[in-house]
């Protein structure tokens, strides 16, 4: 069984960054298209970015367009999502998860395997 274990949450001030990790076992890394979602208390989960294994390309929500980067590390089985600028609003649980597609990645539905969730916390 596909595995992904998220880290690199905290707690941080407004304008600050954080990089979050996701590294997968158990599973062909290359072959998963990666993303990122979040889920803020009383919210429902929401795409934040997603990378393709096919051809790295990157897809952002726009509430995170230009301060978030996704990247993907295949000799180390990691994706990596680098936050900066955070803002209040960034405060929720975020998932790592993986697909076999390359496609309709906004979607978590296309998803066959997620992570546990780590807490990212931004104060004012």
């Known amino acids: 069984q596909v595995q992904l274990v998220e880290s690199g949450g905290g707690l941080v001030q407004a304008g600050a960054s954080l990089r979050l990790s996701c590294t997968v076992s158990?599973?062909?890394?290359?072959?998963?298209?990666m993303g990122w979602f979040r889920q803020a208390p009383g919210k429902e989960r929401e795409f934040v970015a997603a990378?393709?294994?096919?051809?790295?390309?990157?897809y952002y929500a726009d509430s995170v367009k230009g301060r978030f980067t996704i990247s993907r590390d295949n000799a180390k089985n990691t994706v990596y999502l680098q936050m900066n600028s955070l803002k209040p609003e960034d405060t929720a649980v975020y998932y790592c998860?993986?697909?076999?597609?390359?496609?309709?990645?906004?979607?978590?539905?296309?998803?066959?395997?997620w992570g546990q969730g780590t807490q990212v916390t931004v104060s004012s």
């Open positions: 158990r599973g062909t890394f290359s072959t998963y298209s």
């Open positions: 990378i393709s294994w096919s051809d790295g390309r990157t």
């Open positions: 998860a993986a697909a076999s597609r390359d496609y309709g990645l906004g979607n978590q539905d296309r998803y066959n395997y």
